[in-house]
């Protein structure tokens, strides 16, 4: 999932559509055209992907139906469903998600599981960028009903991408917020069947996917908080390329401290626990629990207050290394619904990061 570059659905398009690298495409694989919606997309001069489009609209009921069933298993897991921001990112992320519930079993992937990932990835964005305000800038939600989340969807560019824009029409993405918000099966979709016969197993495979995005964003956190502990003692150059390094996941975002050097362990530690939080165990079998313990033990491991910031980092790097193997053999097991078959070893948590620093923590001198 991690690395994945080139996967296509049973009806051949590209699971990445536009970002799908070059060498995995045809040259004329994704038709691009010109924005006809007013607002943000149009204004960006970006094009939109018709080609993406057209498979959404003949897929359309499965997709409704498909995001109904997972809306719905989602609140009875949970025993309620607000929805509140984070709802609605866990329900995006079961999304996003399918498609590696059939790749990862070696099964065809369905051209409306594709589909569908496709648009709860800007839903999932979406919900990311209302937590950053909440965090950032303590911004109180309004109630989260279709009008205000298309009209949040507009006032915070979630349909303006990189490259293109979202290519469904207004009425497209009102029904389907509206079904993130309130959907219910409806029956009679005969392609969607299957999955709602295996609600537990996709239950638990995507709770294991969003608790999987937190706790690697949770350590990335972490993993900055020693950055500048060893900024502060040897320089900025001695961990730039690491403090420049994309954001883990790469879809979120870095909220810190002007200082982050400044702010004391304790501090650290009850600010990370506070984003450990946010991991709300909801898998029928109960594993992803140890996702949530493991994001907790990550917030204490930075809690401590050794007088040296070199060597208090280099403790700490492995305190959190050692805790991110654990996470991640927890992961695979809510993923396969079995044990991990094997050791979760240094290169694979490695692999497992967009940038290790393994490395330098490795070449640092405490003094």
Same mark, same amino acid.
């Given at each position: *999932? ?7 659905? =049973? ?30 997309r ?7 992907? +018709?080609?993406?489009?057209r498979?959404?609209?003949v897929?359309?009921d ?23 921001? *984070?709802?609605?990112?866990?329900v995006?992320?079961? /999304?996003? $998600? ?5 790749v ?11 589909a569908?990932?496709?648009?709860t990835? /800007?839903?999932?964005?979406?919900a ?5 305000? *909440? ?5 109180a ?11 949040? &969807? ?6 303006v ?12 993405i009102?029904?389907? !917020? ?10 009679? !979709? ?12 996709v239950?638990?495979?995507g ?6 995005k ?8 972490a ?10 003692a040897?320089?900025?150059?001695a961990?730039?390329?690491l +403090? ?5 996941p790469?879809d ?5 401290p ?10 650290? %530690?009850a ?13 029928? =079998?109960?594993?992803?629990?140890? !996702?949530?313990?493991?994001a907790?033990r ?19 790097? %492995? ?11 927890? !992961?695979? $097991?809510?993923l ?16 497992? +990061?967009?940038?290790?620093?393994r490395a330098?923590?490795? &070449?640092?001198?405490?003094?």
């Amino acid at each position: *999932m991690v690395e994945e570059r080139f996967h296509r659905d =049973d009806e051949g398009r590209p699971l990445r559509e536009g970002r799908t690298p070059r060498e995995y495409l045809a040259s004329d694989e994704i038709e691009y055209r010109p924005c006809p919606y007013p607002g943000s997309r149009q204004a960006s001069g970006r094009p939109m992907n +018709v080609s993406a489009l057209r498979q959404t609209s003949v897929h359309w009921d499965e997709i409704v139906e498909s995001l109904g069933f997972l809306r719905t298993a989602y609140a009875e897991a949970r025993g309620g469903y607000g929805p509140d921001v *984070m709802d609605l990112w866990r329900v995006s992320q079961l /999304g996003s $998600a399918l498609p590696w519930f059939f790749v990862l079993a070696g099964e065809p992937l369905p051209g409306y599981a594709a589909a569908l990932s496709k648009a709860t990835l /800007g839903t999932g964005i979406l919900a990311q960028r209302l937590l950053l305000k *909440m965090l950032a800038e303590a911004w109180a939600p309004p109630p989260l009903t279709t009008p205000t989340l298309v009209g949040l &969807a507009e006032s915070t560019g979630t349909l303006v991408g990189e490259t293109e824009v979202c290519s469904a029409s207004d009425k497209m993405i009102a029904r389907f !917020v509206d079904a993130l918000v309130a959907g219910v099966p409806a029956g009679g !979709v005969a392609a969607v069947d299957p999955l709602i016969a295996a609600r537990d197993r996709v239950l638990g495979f995507g709770a294991s996917y969003a608790a999987f995005k937190l706790a690697m964003w949770l350590y990335y956190q972490a993993r900055r908080f020693l950055y500048a502990d060893i900024a502060a003692a040897r320089g900025p150059g001695a961990v730039r390329a690491l +403090v420049e390094a994309p954001c883990e996941p790469p879809d979120f975002f870095v909220i810190e401290p002007p200082d982050p050097a400044a702010v004391p362990p304790a501090l650290r %530690a009850a600010w990370l626990d506070q984003l450990a939080n946010l991991i709300v165990p909801f898998a029928p =079998d109960g594993s992803d629990r140890a !996702v949530r313990d493991g994001a907790r033990r990550i917030a204490a491991a930075t809690a401590d207050d050794a007088p040296d910031p070199i060597a208090r980092a280099i403790a700490a790097f %492995a305190r959190l290394d050692a805790i991110w193997g654990d996470i991640v053999a927890a !992961v695979e $097991a809510g993923l396969r619904g079995a044990p991990c078959p094997a050791a979760i070893d240094a290169a694979t948590r490695d692999r497992l +990061v967009v940038t290790s620093p393994r490395a330098m923590f490795a &070449a640092l001198v405490a003094p």
